[in-house]
């Protein structure tokens, strides 16, 4: 599916710290595109027919600076193990989830520290109204950490349902539109978290089977 110009200019604007879930061939090589937020933006225009608005990924808050022009989640600096995404995603050939739209769920909040990031409904509400922008009327939502799934959850007073690879998820229909949410480990885990990166892998390979 193709993403209208007019829908793409309007998040990147009112959401500068989206973005997309696509990468280029050198990314996260010195040189990359990415390492350019007006190179980074023109790639994602002109491959707007390889991007997925019906798949949403949703991560907590910026770790370390508030990134715009589509440069969240693509930063080439190994310190956001953001490299693993393109790994775990579009080098692995998971075309379901290739493309989807990503996004923090508490945007103007930067912190590396999670326990410090307190979410509010007025995030669901921001959230809520970027899916109103992307005009799909069934959302696949794949939260990265708890506490994003959790916000979720909990906003909407739903139950929560265990599926294979250790994903816990539920289904709402909202203003008509029906959203399945997902939680899987985060990507950028390490040291002794390094296991849950591991099955982040089959997470992500098992939700690219079941989301049509």
Request: proline share 5%; hydrophobic share 35%.
């Amino acid at each position: 599916m193709t993403v209208d110009l007019t829908t793409f200019d309007r998040l990147r604007t009112r959401y500068p710290g989206s973005s997309w879930a696509l990468w280029s061939d050198s990314f996260p090589e010195v040189g990359c595109l990415e390492e350019d937020s007006d190179d980074l933006v023109a790639f994602l225009e002109a491959n707007r027919d390889q991007l997925t608005p019906a798949v949403v990924f949703v991560s907590l808050n910026p770790s370390a600076e508030s990134p715009s022009d589509c440069a969240n989640f693509h930063s080439p600096s190994g310190r956001h193990y953001d490299d693993r995404l393109k790994a775990f995603i579009q080098e692995a050939g998971l075309d379901s989830l290739l493309g989807g739209y990503m996004t923090d769920i508490v945007p103007d909040t930067v912190d590396p520290d999670s326990d410090n990031v307190d979410p509010e409904d007025a995030d669901v509400t921001r959230f809520l109204d970027q899916l109103d922008i992307l005009d799909q009327p069934a959302y696949d939502i794949i939260c990265f950490t708890g506490s994003t799934f959790e916000t979720l959850q909990q906003y909407f007073s739903a139950s929560v349902t265990d599926r294979p690879h250790n994903i816990e998820s539920f289904s709402v229909t909202v203003s008509g539109r029906d959203l399945s949410v997902y939680r899987v480990w985060f990507y950028g885990l390490y040291g002794v978290h390094q296991d849950k990166v591991t099955e982040l892998v089959d997470q992500l390979q098992y939700l690219d089977r079941v989301i049509n």
